[in-house]
């Protein structure tokens, strides 16, 4: 056994230290205060060691007159403030981290700088790692960051944007962290592309993910989406992962399919086309649905089919919204079968904000169209799926080609869409009409239907192959209309494509 003694000590205060020196005699030094094993010096001078550099507002310089072989505790102390200080923490502020973390001290830097460095790669890096530090100190140090680390880096590929990992590492208890690798995978395993997955994280509350919801019961929710479309809904509405499986999605999704007639593929439909009806509770739906019954006449079997191919209606507000246009459609001389035609093609009239409609109303009104009319309502349903500006540029844009306000109330009144084309579309196949097929705008009064088949596509592909079998004067309608196989007979023998 290695004897070790001290022949003499002296300790001396400095304030503030300025150096440190410390000197230990050889193990085969011998002193008259007695002697002890050398592992028990490594055990027990260590710490004092370790808590005296600890203290920067005072110090101790130890002298040990017989000593000769020198520790390298006050090197790599200072070594571990120079990391800090490189990567932009002030001396005080380093202090407060070793302080809030004393395994920091007995932690090798080479693992403290890969671990930074590891950081760094996640795009974790100036101001947002020195905060992530200062708030979690144990990052630089704990093994449990090792698993996390490397998955974010190596499986994900590093594709979490650095709020989320930085929302992610900052957590109270670190071994949720290990689950929450499971659960990322299972999710990926069930279909969500991994470049997609930050965005599915970022929108969950993750305190709900990390701490309330186990695998499995994120394994028994996805099964249970599985027959209306799965995770293909998770990934447009992922904060459907935080919603009680048994309390809120079962009872709201048996709720539509029992609406639709138990009809499962109906179901998914809706729930793809809105995942975000089932963020409503099973109460708020009945009332929408009992509303739609009571107020307008419909049937259950109708109010699904509008919610089908409109789920939003569950969403708008029966007193601001549905009510006052569904008078409106009454007003005008509909009956229920009329109010659940109109609403079966244009549904998203009883969603538009009150500016919207208004707006579209006055530019109707100004054209021809009459109060409480059905004209006017199918006008206004035709116009739902464009902007009030679209329309009022169209307006103009039939006025510059010299038609009058009647000629376009003609025109949409046969072929309500002819309101709804987009403006500069319009413009490039009212200027191939006139220009290039030397016909007259009159013509559209005809067959405003012209207007919606598409210019190369259509309109220029047929009228060319008619110029080569010199039938110029061919009606719109004949030319755009007729079969492939008619318009090959038409145009002399030359094979047309009907595209």
């Known amino acids: 056994m290695a004897i070790l003694s001290f022949a003499s000590c002296s300790v001396s205060h400095f304030s503030p ?41 005072t110090g101790l310089i130890f002298r040990c007159n017989c000593l000769s072989s020198p520790i390298d505790a ?140 186990s695998v499995e019961d994120i394994e028994r929710l996805i099964s249970f989406l599985e027959p209306f479309g799965g995770i293909g809904i998770i990934a447009r509405r992922p904060v459907i992962l935080n919603s009680d499986l048994d309390a809120q999605l079962i009872p709201r999704v048996e709720f539509i399919r029992n609406l639709s007639g138990e009809d499962d593929f109906a179901t998914g439909t809706v729930l793809r086309r809105l995942p975000a009806i089932l963020s409503y509770s099973v109460e708020h739906m009945n009332s ?44 005008s001389g509909f009956d229920s079968p009329g109010i659940f035609k109109f609403l079966s093609k244009a549904p998203l009239f009883l969603a538009l ?55 376009i109330l003609a025109m949409s009144t046969k072929h309500p869409q002819v309101l709804q084309y987009n403006h500069a579309s319009l413009e490039e196949k009212l200027e191939y009409l006139i220009e290039y097929m030397g016909r007259e705008v009159e013509e559209l009064l005809a067959f405003p239907a012209f207007l919606g088949y598409k210019l190369d596509g259509r309109i220029k592909h047929r009228y060319e192959e008619k110029l080569k079998s010199r039938g110029e004067n061919m009606s719109l309608n004949k030319l755009l209309t007729v079969s492939a196989e008619r318009f090959s007979k038409a145009a002399d023998g030359i094979e047309v494509i009907c595209l």
Do not use: W
């Not at 230290?17 to 205060?33: D, E, K, N, Q």
């Not at 998955?151 to 994900?156: G, T, V």
């Not at 021809?368 to 464009?386: I, N, P, Q, S």
């Open 17 to 57: 230290p300025i150096s440190l020196r410390l000197h230990l005699p050889p193990v085969t030094a011998l002193c008259y205060h007695g002697s002890f094993p050398a592992s028990t010096l490594k055990t027990e001078l260590r710490p004092l060691l370790l808590g005296c550099l600890d203290r920067r507002e």
């Open 74 to 213: 006050g090197s790599q102390f200072e070594s571990l403030f120079s990391l800090l200080r490189r990567i932009g923490f002030r001396e005080e502020e380093s202090e407060m981290i070793i302080a809030k973390n004393p395994d920091i001290k007995s932690t090798s830097l080479d693992k403290i700088g890969n671990r930074i460095a590891s950081l760094q790669s996640l795009k974790i890096d100036g101001l947002a790692l020195l905060g992530l530090i200062a708030k979690c100190p144990n990052l630089l140090t704990s093994e449990e960051f090792d698993i996390v680390i490397t998955f974010f880096a190596d499986e994900l590929e590093g594709r979490l944007e650095p709020e989320l990992v930085e929302r992610l590492l900052s957590v109270v208890d670190t071994s949720f962290l290990l689950s929450f690798n499971q659960k990322v995978r299972l999710l990926i395993q069930h279909g969500i592309p991994k470049e997609k997955i930050s965005h599915v994280l970022s929108k969950v509350y993750l305190n709900k993910l990390l701490y309330q919801k």
């Open 288 to 331: 929408h649905v009992e509303f739609l019954k009571s107020f307008a006449g419909l049937t259950s079997e109708q109010v699904f089919k509008i919610v089908h191919v409109f789920p939003n209606v569950i969403s708008t507000s029966k007193e601001r919204k549905l009510r006052p246009r569904l008078e409106f459609l009454k007003e």
């Open 353 to 407: 904000s009150e500016d919207n409609l208004s707006h579209k109303l006055g530019l109707l009104v100004k054209i021809g169209y009459k109060h409480r009319t059905k004209e006017l309502a199918f006008a206004m349903g035709a116009v739902t799926r464009t902007s009030s500006d679209n329309m009022q540029r169209v307006i103009g844009l039939y006025l510059s080609y010299g038609l009058s306000f009647e000629d």
